[in-house]
């Protein structure tokens, strides 16, 4: 326990952004996240290993001498293949079925790309350097890297132009005709199937895109891919699925929190505290419902 | 009757001679077989909330981390400082004699299954309110945030881990070691078996089975769910306590996430064992962790590195393809078998409507 940031208030302030960009990358992933189970009603545990995947596509054009940021172009066209192609291979035998069906295959997949990344890139923690320098603010006591700053602004970037894309594109409509009935849009000449294998690439294209980001701003390690889905599944059960401005919301208060969390309990129970808190959100809401009578669904 | 009954009591016999056989008659796999013990305990009693009861956890790696820890503290905390063992790496700075190891293990057990058991009836009411998949990941964030709290807490060796006492050094049979871990887990697996098969003869399992079909409805018929599903959650923790307290003492060495709280292995291998044998049976779980066991130590050697690639290749396969598991398999083909009455015409006409 540690409680320095609250006798220095300008640690409180380097916490606030920090917690604030680090919030909105989490908002794309858990945006992601809310699409697919909204559309196809699956919890997918291998979305944080989908990120890892996408940074480590980003560090790879590092190593070959291209500037990581283009990774945020390169990356999520890669992904969308690969989830494609991973919805061809097991998610459209599991789209219909239980949902625990879902998160155990899913769970089942992770392990094999942890595994896989690790085969390929190596156990060490990697970053793939930017080089953007850093910016100052009041005093050079607060430095927020411009990394983190691209980052924030290339995933508000890609949501924008994802919802645009969701309520202007035919197939956007179709993917959110889906959503609310899939069996409806079936009759009305919809290819669900198609409209499915779509979604689960467009899920897997935004977490491209977050690895890359996190590639350049955080580290990449082939088996730190859970943490991401978690804080994705709290972002969604807190702000609902399909309402934006609270996944954005929701995922800067999971940022400020994260931060917060790593300044007053220490480092070392940063993931710890990620997980309690979904615990503890869960448990919240539970007896919130069961006032009602009423419990999550 | 009578008649089953006495196949029955030929087939508990045989086993059970074959179990207290097994570690002469392959002395050289005591390990393995001791694995096998607590991999079918924790396969059975995860089914008696994960089959029967409906609640697929994938949390309770929280009890047998929690035992395993427990076991350790309590063998070395009743004779030495606890903080001083785990700072010097538990090495030959204090060493237990043989009473002293054993006395310090039978307490351990002791409090590595009471004590996983109450906290699972204190968390049970909060936790077990959720449904389905919100249970499944709750559990899933539960187990996984013990793990890392536990890499925090300087105590119990925080990163670097923990210890557990040697076997007593007096004991100069080699063989002691493992036989005395082996007929430990024994024990448990019988214990196990004999409570796992009790609960199936009872109201209770049919409670478990009403709430597992439809909670609202057993809830109408005036069933209280909430106790029952704590009870139920509880008798899990039990027997995942005392596994754990095993596992601690047969491997000798505790880290927080590689070994405790292993949800990337023991985690998920107590919910796959449990399918690919088949939810909600006596025997699926049994059969399951033989099968898997015997498949992971069989191929494990062959493809060192992929293992997990087959591991993930397996989960995504067996659940897939074969979510009813073997005995679900067999059920379906030899209905008569299982006790029950198929009407062909019956049965058609459902196809029909399909």
């Known amino acids: 326990m540690d409680l320095l940031i609250f006798q220095a208030p300008i640690l409180m302030v380097q916490a606030s952004l920090d917690g604030i960009l680090l919030g909105i990358l989490f908002a794309l992933i858990a945006y992601g996240m809310a699409l697919q189970w909204g559309v196809m009603n699956i919890i997918n545990i291998a979305q944080g290993d989908l990120v890892i995947l996408g940074g480590y596509i980003a560090y790879t054009m590092y190593l070959v001498g291209i500037h990581p940021a283009w990774g945020v172009i390169v990356s999520p066209i890669i992904m969308y293949f690969v989830g494609w192609g991973l919805y061809k291979l097991v998610i459209n035998k599991v789209v219909d079925r239980d949902l625990?069906?879902?998160?155990?295959?899913?769970?089942?997949?992770?392990?094999?790309?942890?595994?896989?990344?690790?085969?390929?890139?190596?156990?060490?923690v990697v970053v793939a350097q930017s080089e953007y320098g850093t910016t100052m603010l009041f005093d050079n006591s607060v430095t927020l890297p411009n990394s983190k700053i691209f980052a924030a602004f290339i995933s508000v970037i890609y949501a924008i132009g994802l919802v645009i894309y969701m309520r202007r594109s035919k197939l956007g409509r179709a993917i959110r005709a889906t959503a609310q009935n899939a069996r409806a849009a079936k009759?009305?000449?919809?290819?669900?199937?198609?409209?499915?294998?779509?979604?689960?690439?467009?899920?897997?294209?935004?977490?491209?895109?977050?690895?890359?980001?996190?590639?350049?701003?955080?580290?990449?390690?082939?088996y730190v891919?859970?943490?991401?889905?978690?804080?994705?599944?709290?972002?969604?059960?807190?702000?609902?699925?399909g309402n934006l401005p609270a996944v954005a919301l929701s995922g800067m208060g999971l940022g400020l929190f994260e931060e917060f969390a790593d300044y007053i309990l220490g480092t070392e129970f940063r993931i710890g505290a990620v997980f309690m808190l979904l615990v503890f959100i869960l448990v919240y809401r539970r007896f919130k419902l069961s006032k009602k009578r009423e419990y999550l669904k | 009757?009578?008649?089953?009954k006495q196949k029955d009591l030929i087939l508990?016999?045989?086993?059970?001679?074959?179990?207290?056989?097994?570690?002469?008659?392959?002395?050289?796999?005591?390990?393995q077989l001791t694995y096998l013990c607590v991999l079918i305990v924790l396969a059975m009693t995860w089914n008696l909330q994960g089959g029967e009861m409906g609640y697929n956890s994938f949390g309770n790696i929280l009890f047998y981390g929690l035992g395993m820890y427990l076991t350790a503290s309590v063998q070395v905390g009743m004779f030495f400082p606890l903080a001083e063992w785990t700072e010097s790496g538990g090495e030959k700075t204090f060493v237990h004699t043989t009473a002293q190891y054993f006395q310090g293990i039978g307490v351990g057990l002791l409090v590595a299954a009471i004590v996983p058991t109450i906290v699972a009836g204190a968390i049970g009411y909060a936790i077990?309110?959720?449904?389905?998949?919100?249970?499944?990941?709750?559990?899933?964030?539960?187990?996984?945030?013990?793990?890392?709290?536990?890499?925090?807490?300087?105590?119990?060796?925080?990163?670097?881990?923990?210890?557990?006492?040697?076997?007593?050094?007096?004991?100069?049979?080699?063989?002691?070691?493992?036989?005395?871990?082996?007929?430990?887990?024994?024990?448990?697996?019988?214990?196990?078996f004999v409570f796992v098969k009790y609960i199936y003869g009872s109201r209770f399992r049919l409670i478990l089975n009403a709430i597992r079909d439809n909670e609202d409805k057993a809830e109408a018929m005036?069933?209280?769910?909430?106790?029952?599903?704590?009870?139920?959650?509880?008798?899990?923790?039990?027997?995942?306590?005392?596994?754990?307290?095993?596992?601690?003492?047969?491997?000798?060495?505790?880290?927080?996430?590689?070994?405790?709280?292993?949800?990337?292995?023991?985690?998920?291998?107590?919910?796959?064992?449990?399918?690919?044998?088949?939810k909600g049976?006596?025997?699926?779980?049994?059969?399951?962790?033989?099968?898997?066991?015997?498949?992971?130590?069989?191929l494990w050697t062959f493809i060192l590195g992929w293992q997990y690639v087959a591991l993930g290749v397996l989960i995504v396969v067996i659940v897939v393809y074969f979510p009813e598991g073997l005995m679900g398999w067999l059920r379906e083909k030899y209905p008569d078998r299982f006790g029950e009455v198929i009407d062909e015409k019956d049965r058609k006409a459902q196809v029909e409507i399909k």
Not at chain 2, 1 to 4: E, K, L, Q
């Open chain 1, 100 to 124: 625990f069906i879902s998160i155990l295959a899913t769970f089942g997949i992770a392990i094999v790309f942890q595994q896989l990344m690790n085969f390929i890139f190596g156990a060490d």
């Open chain 1, 225 to 241: 891919g859970l943490p991401y889905t978690v804080r994705s599944f709290m972002i969604v059960i807190v702000a609902g699925l």
């Open chain 2, 222 to 278: 005036g069933i209280q769910t909430m106790k029952y599903k704590i009870v139920g959650w509880m008798c899990s923790a039990f027997f995942c306590g005392l596994a754990g307290g095993i596992m601690g003492g047969l491997i000798g060495y505790i880290d927080s996430t590689d070994v405790a709280f292993d949800g990337r292995e023991m985690g998920v291998f107590m919910v796959l064992m449990a399918i690919l044998g088949g």
């Open chain 2, 128 to 192: 077990l309110g959720l449904r389905g998949h919100y249970f499944a990941i709750c559990t899933l964030g539960l187990g996984i945030a013990a793990g890392e709290i536990a890499g925090g807490i300087e105590i119990i060796g925080a990163g670097q881990g923990f210890t557990t006492p040697p076997f007593p050094a007096e004991i100069v049979d080699p063989e002691a070691r493992g036989q005395f871990f082996y007929f430990l887990s024994f024990l448990v697996l019988v214990l196990a």
């Open chain 1, 187 to 222: 009759i009305l000449g919809v290819d669900t199937e198609k409209v499915y294998a779509a979604t689960f690439g467009i899920n897997a294209a935004l977490c491209g895109v977050a690895g890359a980001l996190i590639s350049i701003t955080l580290t990449l390690h082939p």
């Open chain 2, 12 to 31: 508990y016999s045989g086993l059970i001679i074959l179990g207290l056989a097994a570690p002469f008659l392959f002395s050289a796999f005591k390990v």
């Open chain 2, 1 to 4: 009757m009578n008649a089953v």
């Open chain 2, 281 to 298: 049976t006596l025997w699926g779980p049994v059969i399951g962790a033989t099968l898997f066991h015997f498949f992971k130590e069989g």
